[in-house]
């Protein structure tokens, strides 16, 4: 299966503004609060969806997604 192909974010055409739609769910342990938390991330339009370890492993994908 190839990988999905970049799709650039909707632009709006009265503003010429773009905007990127993203659900993000986010995983804790109760047992140990501290421990951070995982999250899986996925752009909406295309279904990618990546999983991340860390906070800024989700801006860095927020960042790359928004180009």
Known sequence: MSD??????????AAGE???YFMVRIRR????PS???SAVIERIGTGEKREVRSS???VAVV????R
């Not at 342990?29 to 140990?32: F, I, K, L, P, V």
């Not at 960042?63 to 928004?66: G, H, I, L, N, P």
Request: proline content about 19%; cysteine-free.
């Open 4 to 13: 999905p192909q970049p799709v650039p974010p909707p632009i709006d055409s």
């Open 56 to 58: 800024s492993e989700l």
């Open 35 to 37: 421990a951070g938390f």
């Open 63 to 66: 960042e790359e997604w928004s």
């Open 29 to 32: 342990t109760e047992r140990d």
């Open 18 to 20: 773009r905007f990127g």
